[in-house]
């Protein structure tokens, strides 16, 4: 490999994984090819107004299909999980607060239990999160994995 | 079997992928005689627009992702002859569908070309 088609792989981070995943290798081919016919310099000018022109393109592709059907599964995912954690917000949230106002009714402050139990459900969100940002890396994963099949 | 994605493209009359692009054209247009891989479909695209057209990497796989997924091309599971050609090579092909919307495009610029033709201005230039 040359250093201009190592140069170009490195280039081929620009693009979004998804199309990296699925054109980089037949990218890097097209342009070795290039390279055994073309006058180096001119080849890389062209190379370089190709990348100034389609890597945005394909940035903004990407954000837009983030937020399209493209993936219905991925959603999916993300449509439940965003349910789940309101559902436990409103859950902790409600507890917290009923706890609150029987505690308040009574004589002195919020007891430690009340302080306890917001440290738990704010720990318990805070341990969704990370729940939601694994599933939805697991099955970007098992996409890429279809994609390159 | 139909996918539910062919489904929704075939849902989809040729005319509403109109016009299309230059670089979509000339794709089409390069795998109009039969499947190529990325370097041929370049090749032809410059060799049939004379040198005026040279698509980069990126255009190219762009172009063929958006093809792709809107079902105007596919990707051809036969292989060349190993001796022949790089098995590595990912060789693409019009679909029928592909076919239609490139004769719309096709039959949409002669409509053009014959409107245009038929103007005074065009009709007093003598060609180069």
């Given at each position: 490999?040359?250093?201009?088609?190592?140069?170009?792989?490195?280039?081929?981070?620009?693009?979004?994984?998804?199309?990296?995943?699925?054109?980089?290798?037949?990218?890097?081919q097209?342009?070795?090819?290039?390279?055994?016919?073309?006058?180096l310099?001119?080849?890389?000018?062209?190379?370089?107004?190709?990348?100034?022109?389609?890597?945005?393109?394909?940035?903004?592709?990407?954000l837009?299909?983030?937020?399209?059907?493209?993936?219905p599964?991925?959603?999916?995912?993300?449509?439940?999980?965003?349910?789940?954690?309101?559902?436990?917000?409103?859950?902790?949230?409600?507890?917290?607060?009923?706890?609150?106002?029987?505690?308040?009714?009574?004589?002195?402050?919020?007891?430690?239990?009340?302080?306890?139990?917001?440290?738990?459900?704010?720990?318990g969100?805070?341990?969704?999160?990370?729940?939601?940002?694994?599933i939805?890396?697991?099955?970007?994963?098992?996409?890429?994995?279809?994609?390159?099949? | 079997?139909?996918?539910?994605?062919q489904t929704?493209?075939?849902?989809?009359?040729?005319?509403?992928?109109?016009?299309l692009?230059?670089?979509?054209?000339?794709?089409?247009?390069?795998?109009?005689?039969?499947?190529?891989?990325?370097?041929?479909?370049?090749?032809?695209?410059?060799?049939?627009?004379?040198?005026?057209?040279?698509?980069?990497?990126?255009?190219?796989?762009?172009?063929?992702?958006?093809?792709?997924?809107?079902?105007?091309?596919?990707?051809s599971?036969?292989?060349?002859?190993?001796?022949m050609?790089?098995?590595?090579?990912?060789?693409?092909?019009?679909?029928?569908?592909?076919?239609?919307?490139?004769?719309?495009?096709?039959?949409?610029?002669?409509?053009?070309?014959?409107?245009?033709?038929?103007?005074?201005?065009?009709?007093?230039?003598?060609?180069?």
């Open positions: 490999m040359t250093w201009s088609e190592r140069f170009y792989s490195a280039l081929l981070f620009l693009y979004p994984v998804e199309f990296r995943v699925r054109y980089g290798p037949e990218m890097v097209l342009f070795r090819d290039c390279c055994r016919e073309e006058e310099f001119a080849l890389w000018l062209r190379t370089l107004k190709d990348l100034a022109l389609s890597v945005p393109r394909e940035r903004g592709r990407d837009v299909s983030l937020s399209s059907f493209d993936s599964g991925r959603g999916v995912i993300d449509s439940l999980v965003v349910l789940f954690i309101i559902g436990a917000n409103l859950l902790f949230g409600g507890g917290a607060v009923a706890f609150y106002v029987s505690r308040g009714l009574g004589p002195g402050a919020p007891s430690t239990d009340f302080i306890l139990l917001w440290g738990i459900s704010a720990v969100l805070g341990g969704l999160g990370v729940l939601r940002s694994l939805l890396a697991r099955f970007r994963q098992i996409q890429y994995r279809l994609i390159k099949l | 079997m139909i996918t539910r994605k929704r493209v075939a849902l989809k009359p040729p005319e509403s992928f109109l016009p692009t230059p670089a979509v054209f000339h794709i089409l247009v390069a795998l109009g005689d039969g499947e190529a891989h990325g370097y041929a479909i370049m090749q032809e695209v410059a060799e049939k627009s004379r040198g005026a057209v040279r698509l980069g990497p990126g255009t190219l796989y762009g172009a063929v992702n958006r093809l792709l997924k809107d079902g105007l091309i596919e990707e599971e036969e292989r060349p002859d190993p001796e050609d790089d098995t590595r090579r990912r060789y693409y092909r019009l679909t029928d569908f592909g076919g239609r919307v490139l004769a719309a495009e096709t039959k949409r610029m002669a409509d053009l070309v014959k409107a245009a033709r038929s103007t005074t201005a065009v009709r007093k230039m003598k060609p180069a």
